[in-house]
Antibody, heavy 122, light 107 residues
């Protein structure tokens, strides 16, 4: 059973950098059949995929956020992290880390962290 | 990006009713369509992947169908614990995109 847990500050000032870490247990971020993604959800709204890191360490980002996002992995701690810079109030959301399992050329988000609320405010 | 739409945006039904939620993609996505259930304050939970494959542990009253641009999620006999918001999500292209959700209430 894969388990994920987000951690990081719940309050970030405008123009600063949002930094979150996801600690993974039950699977290795550097091997296997999983991608590791960040997804966010503003209050009362839908889900937006931010980006992912592959077991190889390569990354793919949502073009809408690509200029501000970095996802990285720490295999020694079995963690992956999200950095989102130059934040504004529009970045206020619950942030989820997830695993995605490959399936015949496709994938699905099967394991999710509990989510962490990040508020951007001065 | 592929745009996903869902209908209805919300519905209210009685326990035991058959409920159908529709998801439409802005272009063909084959069967690269997943369904999730989200309850308030909780993370989404995978129900169906690849349009019609059941995720382990999901009750058999949930089923999915469709291909191309049109998909459906069916709850064959609505239960009180099915009160939630349901999202579809395409994994045909990057970025993966989600529908706006369908909120299901119990009468």
């Amino acid at each position: 059973q894969v388990q994920l847990q987000e951690s990081g500050p719940g309050l970030v000032k405008p123009s600063q950098t949002l930094s979150l870490t996801c600690t993974v247990s039950g699977a290795s971020i550097s091997s296997g059949n999983y991608y590791w993604s960040w997804i966010r959800q503003p209050a009362g709204k839908g889900l937006e995929w931010i980006g992912r890191i592959y077991p190889s360490g390569s990354t793919t980002y949502n073009p809408s956020l690509k200029s501000r996002v970095t996802i990285s992995g720490d295999t020694s701690k079995n963690q992956f992290s999200l950095n989102l810079n130059s934040v504004t109030a529009a970045d206020t959301a619950v942030y989820y880390c997830t695993s995605a399992t490959h399936f015949y050329g496709s994938y699905y988000f099967d394991y999710w962290g509990q989510g962490t609320l990040v508020t951007v405010s001065s | 990006d592929i745009q996903m739409t869902q209908s209805p945006s919300s519905l209210s039904a009685s326990v035991g009713d058959r409920v159908t939620i529709t998801c439409r993609a802005s272009q063909s996505i084959s069967t690269y369509l997943n369904w999730y259930q989200q309850k308030p304050g909780k993370a989404p939970k995978l129900l169906i992947y690849a349009a019609s494959s059941f995720q382990s542990g999901v009750p058999s009253r949930f089923s999915g169908s469709g291909s191309g641009t049109d998909f459906t999620l069916t709850i064959s006999s609505l239960q009180p614990e099915d009160s939630a918001t349901y999202y579809c999500q395409q994994s045909y292209t990057t970025p993966p995109t989600f529908g706006p959700g369908t909120k299901v209430d119990i009468k």
